[in-house]
C-alpha cells in the first residue's frame, strides 16, 4: 500500500515562495518518477514539475521553469516543490504523483498513486 501526503500550501501575495511537501510510505521503492501536478479551477489537471526517483532527472512546465524547483530525497522518501515569484495564475490545487511504469510521462493518466492535495492561494 503506498500513501502519499501533502503538507505545505497556503495564501500567498504576487511575487512571494511558498513550498510543498509529500511524504510517501509503503512500497517507495517501485517509484520511477515522482511529480507535482496542479488543477485550477475550471481548468485540467497538468504537470507542474517531476523528477526521476533514482537519478534525479527533472522536468518542468514552461510556465513554471526558473521559478519552482522540485526535489526528492529518497532516503526520507519526500518530495518537495520550492515555489518562487508565485503569480496569480500559479493559484491551484498541488498534487503529489509517483509513477511506477518505465520511462518519463507528463499525462496524469500514467502516474499509479496521487496525495489529496494541497491549495495553494497567490492573490495580486
Known amino acids: 500500500q503506498v500513501q502519499l501526503v501533502e503538507s505545505g500550501g497556503g495564501m500567498v501575495q504576487a511575487g512571494d515562495s511558498l513550498s510543498v511537501s509529500c511524504a510517501a510510505s509503503?512500497?517507495?521503492?517501485?517509484?520511477?518518477?515522482v511529480a507535482w501536478f496542479r488543477q485550477a479551477p475550471g481548468k485540467e489537471r497538468e504537470l507542474v514539475a517531476a523528477?526521476?526517483?533514482?537519478?534525479?532527472?527533472?522536468y518542468y512546465a514552461h510556465s513554471v521553469k526558473g521559478r519552482f524547483t522540485i526535489s526528492r530525497d529518497n532516503a526520507k522518501n519526500t518530495l518537495n516543490l520550492q515555489m518562487s515569484s508565485l503569480k496569480p495564475e500559479d493559484t491551484a490545487v498541488y498534487y503529489c504523483?509517483?509513477?511506477?511504469?518505465?520511462?518519463?510521462?507528463?499525462?496524469?493518466?500514467?502516474?499509479?498513486?496521487w496525495g489529496q492535495g494541497t491549495q495553494v492561494t497567490v492573490s495580486s
Open positions: 523528477i526521476s526517483w533514482i537519478g534525479g532527472t527533472t
Open positions: 509503503g512500497r517507495t521503492f517501485s517509484f520511477t518518477t
Open positions: 504523483a509517483a509513477r511506477r511504469g518505465a520511462g518519463y510521462v507528463s499525462d496524469d493518466v500514467g502516474y499509479d498513486y
